[in-house]
């Protein structure tokens, strides 16, 4: 079963042999007619208008649904838009070979169209990557629960400038399920999930940097870790530096995928802000080697993750010294301007200004010694000029800031994991991993 849910659905063998067959029941179904009730010219006539009409009408579909009623807060590539196109398209010649089809035939075309809804949903995921595996996409994590045993680092423990690295020490780090409870919000989350790197795993371990990362919305708290490849990321770095790595703590921000607390303490979600910067950083100076001392922390996240990055970071540099934010908004936000307002805040115009980051960055500026690495992809032109703008403020404010644009990429999973690889040297260099 756990080999099964393994399978990769953005690569490998399942994607091109899916393909192939979804391209031979394409072609079977428009050069073979139904039964013998259809004269070839007229099945060739038929299919041929049937299958631009499903196509017209997927077209009609994605701009309805995207780019009229903005449904799902970003913007649809042309690949993505392209699939559910074809997906549409075949869709509508399968129901059409269904007419005078004799039964074979028949049973033929219903499975072609289940066929034909699962290749456009695949392309679809590709394109976003936000699920690599069949057991991401049903939701089942195959991340062990529970904390790896590992010492607890005391007064001698080695600093980052001495540390050796052992003869046992791990050659990955671990990933781990955890559940980190809220005694002062009372916010109730999913579990979250923990990054150790090798060197936290060792005998004697030195006290490192934390990196606290934050998924979109909807999402879940493995998301930053891996579905966008941080932890290869993160695997990678500490091979090249000594075993040496950030703590990532990815904690659930939101409580549940369908709900947006913005990352504030609010009678309408929860106390989503207190969770996030006194509930989580207790949990972690209490159950992990995490430096103590102001200067080595930082927060992170994706869209909705991303834009909690830059609240928190701006807001707490009491905390945190660092914000990687990948594609976040230039503002909480529950949809439209006046939607945000109204339902988020209240109606409260100057509440709603207060919680925007770059208010934020403006009254704690300045900065002595914050990074802040900024990233969007390179063709999402919804959440390009609010990252810019943010970018721009945390410079002005005194921040060391980056601005990275992810090539070939959107509103998706494949521009946060070119971020994150971007920004994760830059932070942990910051922090003296480097050396």
């Not at 990678?236 to 709900?259: C, F, K, M, N, W």
């Not at 990074?371 to 404010?397: C, E, H, Q, T, W």
Request: net charge neutral; glycine share 10%; proline share 7%.
């Amino acid at each position: 079963m756990n080999v099964l849910l393994g399978v990769g659905i953005t690569d490998g063998p399942v994607v091109v042999i899916t393909d192939l067959v979804a391209a031979m029941s394409l072609f079977a179904l428009l050069v073979r007619r139904p039964s013998r009730r259809w004269s070839r010219r007229r099945w060739l006539i038929t299919s041929a208008v049937t299958t631009l009409l499903g196509a017209a009408t997927g077209l009609g579909m994605t701009w309805l649904l995207s780019d009229r009623l903005d449904l799902f807060d970003a913007d649809l590539t042309p690949v993505s838009r392209g699939w559910i196109v074809a997906g549409f398209a075949g869709v509508a010649l399968s129901l059409v070979s269904l007419w005078r089809a004799t039964w074979r035939r028949a049973v033929g075309s219903v499975l072609a169209a289940a066929l034909f809804v699962g290749t456009a949903t695949m392309g679809v995921n590709i394109d976003f990557g936000q699920y690599p595996t069949i057991g991401s996409a049903l939701g089942i994590s195959s991340i062990e629960e529970g904390l790896p045993h590992i010492v607890k680092a005391g007064e001698d423990a080695p600093s980052i400038a001495s540390w050796r690295v052992p003869a046992d020490m791990p050659s990955h780090g671990t990933l781990s399920s955890v559940h980190i409870p809220g005694p002062v919000s009372h916010f109730d989350t999913r579990p979250a999930v923990v990054y150790l790197p090798p060197a936290a795993l060792a005998r004697n371990p030195p006290r490192l940097p934390v990196l606290i990362m934050m998924s979109g919305q909807p999402g879940s708290p493995q998301d930053p870790l891996v579905t966008d490849h941080l932890r290869e990321r993160l695997d990678e770095y500490a091979s090249a530096h000594r075993g040496l790595a950030p703590i990532v703590v990815s904690p659930d921000q939101l409580g549940s995928p369908g709900i947006n607390p913005m990352c504030l303490d609010s009678a309408r979600a929860g106390d989503s802000a207190t969770y996030l910067t006194v509930d989580v950083p207790h949990w972690i100076r209490t159950h992990l080697n995490a430096t103590l001392t102001p200067g080595s922390w930082g927060v992170g996240g994706a869209s909705q993750g991303g834009t909690c990055a830059s609240q928190l970071g701006a807001g707490h540099p009491e905390l945190f010294n660092a914000i990687l934010d990948a594609s976040g908004q230039q503002y909480p936000g529950l949809g439209s301007y006046a939607k945000t307002i109204a339902d988020g805040f209240g109606g409260d115009l100057r509440a709603f200004e207060a919680a925007q980051p770059s208010t934020i960055m403006a009254a704690h500026a300045p900065y002595a010694d914050t990074i802040a690495v900024f990233g969007v992809g390179a063709l999402d032109s919804r959440f390009m000029p609010g990252i810019k703008i943010l970018a721009k403020d945390a410079r002005a404010a005194g921040m060391s800031t980056h601005y990275v644009e992810a090539p070939n990429t959107a509103h998706d999973a494949h521009a946060w994991g070119a971020i994150f690889a971007h920004g994760l040297p830059l932070i942990a260099a910051h922090w003296g991993l480097d050396r």
